[in-house]
């Protein structure tokens, strides 16, 4: 059973994310976090909590259905990073021109399996 979590909306570009997901993807989930933990980026902070929450469901599930519970057995098999709305700010120009500012979003979603489930 895959165990799944995402953060809509992210105030970050998808392209900030998106090398950090690729650095995670197809490893533990404790490994995972390890990597992200010394990554100086904004926006492993969050890919971080997004893996946390995946595993706290995991764990809630495991709990809940009398299994025992182990982080070492999660892997991550899926870390997406799409492009959310924008939202669109204006910069007054000279000779009373405006361009277009565009403040990016983004929807992370990380889903973890577990080992024997592969």
Known sequence: MPYRATHKYARISARKVRPLADLVRGKFADEALEILRFQPHRGARM???????ACGSAQDTEQNSGESYNVNELVVVDARIDGGPMVKRFQPRSRGQAFTILKRSSHISVVLKRLDEL
């Open 47 to 53: 890919l971080e909590k997004v893996i946390l929450s």
